[in-house]
């Protein structure tokens, strides 16, 4: 069974810094990862979606890497700015569009 | 733009009475939507893979027939809480993927907050 795992559950960094936000996964096997925001009290928002055939997808100040053997992704923000502050969700498609979801990591970034 | 919405965004109803949630994909079609429930504090769980035309499948610990789930046309799918209780109050969320097998993107409605009373 697919277990997906977000490290840290909590960060709360001054605005400017860059981060890295930790997510693993149990099973290998699968088609994609996905990296979603979520503001509170909103639906997802998409950020990266990363193929299993991929190493690696960068938007903006966004990049998210995948390394399937290991099980693992990382999402990094380069230049955290106040309204980075929200959940961020990582999602394993491991059958077919059936997402398994991380507990989240919940980032505030102080001015 | 929004390209999956959903209505309503939010609903407090009495103990017992049924809710309807509606998904839409507003510009490209789904043989397949996904329903979600997220609790207070907690990540998103699946519970239900909706199929255009034929029966919903269910995760393991979710009712069948209590969340009633109907694909009707390839643009909406309806999730209805039947004899709504307290415990049954959360944000539901659907989504939709839209590309290729391994390739696609899902796409997220903005979510229903349910509060049952």
């Known amino acids: 069974k697919q277990e997906v795992t977000q490290i840290p559950a909590a960060l709360s960094v001054p605005e400017g810094e860059n981060l890295v936000l930790n997510c693993s996964f149990t099973?290998?096997?699968?088609?994609?990862l996905q990296w979603f925001r979520q503001d509170p009290g909103k639906g997802l928002t998409s950020l990266l979606l990363?193929?299993?055939?991929?190493r690696e997808q960068t938007s903006g100040r966004l990049n998210a890497s995948l390394d399937k053997s290991s099980g693992r992704s990382t999402l990094y923000i380069a230049a955290s700015q106040p309204g980075d502050s929200a959940t961020y969700l990582c999602a394993v498609d491991s059958q077919g569009g059936k997402l398994i979801f991380g507990q989240g990591t919940e980032l505030s970034v102080k001015p | 733009g929004a390209v999956v919405s959903q209505h309503p965004s939010w609903v407090i109803c009495k103990s017992g009475t049924s809710v309807k949630i509606e998904c839409r994909s507003l510009d490209f079609q789904a043989t397949t939507m996904f329903w979600y429930r997220q609790f207070p504090k907690q990540s998103l769980m699946l519970m239900a893979t909706?199929?255009?035309?034929?029966?919903?499948?269910?995760e393991q610990g979710v009712e069948k027939d209590k969340f009633l789930i109907n694909h009707a046309s390839l643009t909406l799918s309806t999730l209805t809480v039947t004899s709504a209780h307290p415990e049954d109050s959360s944000f539901y969320i659907c989504?939709?993927?839209?590309?290729?097998?391994?390739?696609?993107?899902?796409?997220f409605g903005p979510g229903t907050r349910l509060t049952v009373l």
């Open positions: 909706s199929n255009e035309g034929s029966k919903a499948t269910y």
């Open positions: 989504s939709a993927p839209r590309g290729g097998l391994g390739a696609h993107t899902q796409y």
């Open positions: 990363i193929q299993s055939s991929q």
């Open positions: 099973d290998s096997a699968i088609y994609n």
